[in-house]
């Protein structure tokens, strides 16, 4: 079946540690994007990318960075930069980049000790 | 620029009752409307969008919305709820860029036995 795949679901990491957020779509669909979710809070723009090679800062992008070298990955690295990194975090993908129609992975869930 | 407004982060329901989550809009063009379902710790599903064609839309599960321009609401419904409905809802808008989706703060809705 089609979809999007996080991974992990869960992960832990220590204060100051950088952490790489894996996603991979099967959809063939050119945009994908990140997203952040805290109780409350709806979801907020990480990252976005339009087409491979090409990638653009969403409204919190501050602390983070991505990577899109193929179509169907577009990892997010949560930099130590980043004050506070504890979150849901959401990888999503659209078919036509005119809509807001977007495809959901199940999410990873990152906890700073 | 456009912003959206979930009257009530938390709504109750028995089972069997009416399902009403509301949802009311600013956009500054003729927007894209959506309501999005999120079960715990997972991707968001997409419920049904509003994309200028007909005013009432029908989505999965029962669900519809009605889009009412002169009251800026997209609200949420569902004429019985059923246990399974308990989830957080999202509505969300664009303009017509996935980039500038901006989603509402969700709310949770609890159906009662």
């Known amino acids: 079946d089609g979809g999007i795949t996080q991974s992990p679901k869960y992960l832990f990491r220590k204060e100051g540690q950088n952490v790489t957020l894996s996603c991979e779509q099967n959809l063939n669909h050119d945009a994908m994007y990140w997203y952040r979710q805290d109780p409350g809070q709806g979801l907020r723009l990480i990252y976005y990318s339009q087409i491979v090679n090409d990638f653009q800062k969403g409204d919190i992008a501050e602390g983070y960075s991505v990577s899109r070298e193929k179509k169907e990955s577009f990892p997010l690295t949560v930099t130590s930069a980043q004050k506070n990194p504890t979150a849901f975090y959401l990888c999503?993908?659209?078919?036509?980049?005119?809509?807001?129609?977007?495809?959901f992975g199940e999410g990873s869930r990152l906890t700073v000790l | 620029a456009q912003s959206v407004t979930q009257l009530g982060s938390h709504v109750s329901v028995s089972e069997g009752a009416l399902v009403l989550l509301r949802c009311n809009y600013s956009?500054?063009?003729?927007?894209?409307l959506f309501w999005y379902v999120q079960y715990p710790n997972q991707g968001l599903q997409l419920l049904l969008k509003?994309?200028?064609?007909?005013?009432l839309v029908k989505g999965i599960n029962g669900f519809e919305a009605e889009f009412k321009k002169s009251e800026t609401s997209f609200h949420l419904t569902k004429p019985s709820a059923h246990m399974s409905d308990a989830a957080e809802y999202f509505c969300?808008?664009?303009?017509?860029?996935?980039?500038?989706?901006?989603f509402g703060s969700g709310t949770q809705l609890t159906v009662l036995p």
């Open positions: 956009s500054s063009v003729p927007p894209y």
């Open positions: 509003y994309t200028s064609a007909a005013t």
């Open positions: 969300a808008v664009s303009p017509g860029s996935a980039r500038q989706l901006t």
């Open positions: 999503a993908s659209s078919a036509v980049v005119g809509t807001g129609e977007l495809f």
